[in-house]
């Protein structure tokens, strides 16, 4: 009767559930309008990986209450567009919609081979399973919806790095084969991480939509992963924990899973609340009166250095201000591959629980080849090296948190035994050497950054790291501190019991434990605690390493050691963010110690308040997003159109009629600046580009000033021979001239340049402007 009841109950829930995700469907129709199409696009191509990758997900994440589903969405797109790329970068392929395709199909062909594994295996999907992919996929399409709504009241790719970053998907939507021509160093290709843009490129043509539609869906693609994939990571470690404890989850689970989805992708710091709430709150009751700024939300990532002035000044931003700035970054697009990393973990240690309880770990010799050529740490090896192409500072500290949650679990499984040393060392030499062959066709095309370790000669104030980092390393502490008390009470010879009234029993154990002190503390370690304190742990190393040295790049003085704190800092949040839902869950289940609950409940809210920030920063950057009548649509470009409107004109021209990668000479810019607005909206080579950007690419800055030289020697020109040395030097094909090559240079001879060539548009001066625009097609 009961089970009947059940299977009625799960039928009614994924009715509802299916319902539901209709009626999003319908809200975003009247919501986005226009834009509906290419979100529909979008959102199904993301759909169909789901679902043609879930067999291999299933063999890999077959203890997840989902088998991995939402996983199979990024392991789907990883695989998937990195065969494209490879094949691309090998010149097998080129790089259009229809390849992408073909690739989809073969790749879902493996994947269906894979059911026999599944058939072999025993794997079972039941309507459990269907549930929660359900559930998961209504959350996911209720987030992406939302932040693409969002999205939509500024959409523009324009200001701080978005022109970089446009431009980027602007060139390899031009591109047959990679690494793609470099938008701003024309003869060269692009000297950066590009990978990440490439995967956003990919499900562009994937999913036939423009890149100024799929520049803000994978944008908001990524902010949706980043609730999500936290929230799947920690409803399986959650559920594993009870389970392990005799415990029901109801409630438990989820709880976790929303806390951590909303730490990783909406939550800010606690700079946010004290400098939005506190200090204004203490003048306003103190009366204290003064010319104070507001608050303004990239304050939060812009403190050690700036609050006071000083000269260290360091950058410290997190993922939810990275989704509403809107820069599609290598450290934004690699959330989903870091996120999907650390859950392959997790499955890794749920499967080697499993055959440690089946006694595998005993053996005296064990199976080197199932050992190191286990699917997981293949997995785990294939993802460090995209890093090595997406964001490089991710290769080295996941390769670091990898190693160190294998080698824990490890020395527990060999009972502490030398072999457990060997055998990770062997697992990380795997993923080493297949991270390299993953990332060799990127490598070999790819001119190092020059860069070095350098101590740090600068520090962190005590209360500024407190006000950062003090909340999320306290949570972690925390549980590091009731873990260390229990080892304790097993030290002294008792057991310890929690009553169903939460009361803390101990009574003396019968038989002597198995460890003691270290050894005894990991050993009575769940996997869940295993894994969430190893994160944990990893993710205050990567808070304190920036106090101790920092690499060095160009950027010097005051910002020397910014780069390395942002990156470091940046995946410590997300790593801290996953980890808060457990621990919070855990200590609310059943507190050991009585200190734990006032603890939690101080710790809780404090978290709580950080995840306004979203809140606020939205309202902050994209105003009222209840006045539907504000929304601008998902044209990442559009603003060019009322900004600079003959700018704009010349590049829909270039983008409909020119094919292939033609020099377009324009005037060259400082980084940041709204130079380069033809080559970032078209793709389309001209001869230099932001300043800083090639400086940290190329790293010669002779080659730039040579070819600052010739840019301002060509707009200035009045010798045909100088002007024509120059156009051959570069293969110039097409010259522009608008508002700010005559702002750059005054002493510009138009009818000169137009001499050059044929006019293919020209602008006239009008009542409204005070310039003439032009571009002409250099003569042969």
């Avoid at 919501?31 to 990986?49: C, Y």
Wanted: hydrophobic share 50%; glycine share 8%.
């Amino acid at each position: 009767m009961d089970t009947k009841k059940n299977m009625v109950g799960n039928i009614l829930q994924m009715t509802l559930t299916i319902i539901l995700i209709i009626a999003l469907f319908l809200c975003g129709f009247f919501l986005l309008g226009k834009d509906f199409t290419p979100f529909f696009r979008w959102w199904g191509v993301l759909l169909l990986l789901g679902f043609a990758f879930l067999p291999i997900t299933g063999i890999l994440f077959e203890s997840f209450h989902d088998k991995g589903y939402l996983f199979a969405k990024t392991i789907g797109i990883a695989i998937t567009g990195y065969l494209v790329w490879l094949l691309s970068s090998l010149r097998i392929l080129k790089f259009t919609g229809i390849s992408c395709v073909v690739i989809f199909i073969l790749l879902l062909g493996v994947n269906i081979l894979m059911l026999k594994v599944w058939k072999k295996k025993k794997i079972t999907f039941t309507k459990l399973n269907l549930k929660a992919v359900l559930t998961e996929e209504l959350l996911f399409l209720f987030i992406f919806l939302v932040w693409t709504y969002i999205r939509g009241f500024k959409p523009e790719a324009h200001g701080t790095e978005k022109f970089m970053d446009y431009g980027f998907m602007a060139a390899m939507m031009r591109a047959d084969y990679m690494p793609p021509k470099d938008m701003w160093f024309a003869g060269g290709t692009i000297n950066y991480y590009y990978v990440g843009q490439f995967l956003a490129t990919f499900l562009t043509k994937l999913s036939f939509i423009k890149a100024n539609e799929g520049y803000n869906l994978m944008l908001m693609t990524l902010a949706a992963f980043g609730f999500v994939l936290p929230y799947a990571i920690v409803y399986n470690v959650t559920l594993r924990y009870l389970k392990d404890k005799g415990a029901a989850s109801r409630w438990k689970a989820p709880f976790a899973g929303v806390l951590s989805g909303a730490g990783v992708s909406l939550a800010g710091n606690i700079h946010f609340v004290i400098f939005y709430w506190v200090v204004p709150g203490i003048r306003s009751f103190l009366g204290i009166t003064g010319d104070f700024k507001d608050y303004w939300f990239p304050n939060s990532t812009r403190y050690i250095g700036y609050n006071p002035d000083t000269h260290d000044k360091t950058i410290h931003e997190y993922p939810s201000y990275s989704f509403v700035l809107g820069d599609l970054h290598a450290h934004v697009l690699n959330i989903m591959l870091v996120l999907t990393v650390t859950a392959v973990l997790f499955a890794w240690l749920l499967k080697r629980r499993k055959l440690m309880d089946e006694g595998y770990g005993e053996e005296k010799y064990p199976k080197l080849l199932k050992e190191i050529f286990d699917p997981h740490i293949l997995l785990v090896g294939f993802f460090i090296g995209v890093f090595h192409t997406t964001n490089f500072w991710d290769y080295p500290i996941y390769f670091v948190v990898a190693g160190a949650v294998i080698l824990f679990f490890n020395l527990i499984f060999y009972g502490f035994h030398i072999r457990a040393y060997g055998v990770t060392a062997l697992q990380g030499a795997v993923v080493l050497v297949l991270s390299e062959i993953t990332a060799l066709p990127f490598t070999l095309n790819f001119d190092q950054i020059s860069t070095e370790i350098n101590i740090a000669q600068t520090h962190t104030p005590l209360y500024q790291l407190i006000i950062l980092w003090g909340l999320p390393v306290a949570v972690v502490l925390g549980l590091l501190i009731e873990l260390i008390m229990l080892q304790r009470r097993r030290d002294k010879g008792l057991n310890l019991q929690i009553s169903e009234n939460s009361e803390i029993i101990y009574q003396e154990e019968v038989n002597k434990n198995k460890y003691t002190g270290i050894k005894g503390f990991m050993y009575h370690l769940t996997i869940s605690e295993l894994f969430i304190l190893t994160i944990g742990l990893c993710a205050i190393g990567l808070v304190l390493i920036p106090e101790i040295i920092y690499v060095k790049d160009i950027y010097t003085g005051d910002y020397k050691r910014a780069n390395t704190m942002f990156k470091l800092t940046y995946q410590a949040f997300i790593l801290f963010g996953t980890s808060s839902g457990f621990i919070f869950a855990k200590f609310i289940h059943k507190p050991v110690f009585t200190w734990q609950k006032k603890f939690t409940v101080i710790t809780l809210i404090l978290f709580l308040c950080t995840l306004w920030y979203s809140e606020v920063s939205i309202k902050a950057w994209y105003g009222n997003i209840f006045a539907v009548k504000n929304y601008k649509g998902l044209d990442a470009i559009a603003f060019m159109e009322k900004t600079m409107p003959d700018d704009y004109e010349t590049v829909k021209w270039l983008n409909e009629n020119i094919s292939g990668t033609p020099v377009v000479l324009e005037a060259n810019g400082d980084s940041y600046t709204d130079n380069e607005r033809i080559s970032m909206a078209t793709g389309l080579p001209t001869v230099l580009g932001w300043y800083v950007h090639e400086w940290l690419w190329r790293g010669d800055t002779a080659v730039l000033n040579e070819r600052i030289d010739d840019i301002k020697n060509l707009y200035t020109a009045t010798d045909r021979s100088i002007a024509q040395d120059i156009i051959e030097k570069y293969h110039i094909q097409y010259i522009y001239v608008g508002k700010l090559e005559q702002d750059k240079f005054p002493e510009m001879n138009q009818s000169f340049i137009k001499s050059l060539g044929s006019i293919v548009l020209d602008y006239a001066e009008t009542s409204d402007k005070s310039y003439e625009s032009f571009l002409i097609k250099v003569s042969d």
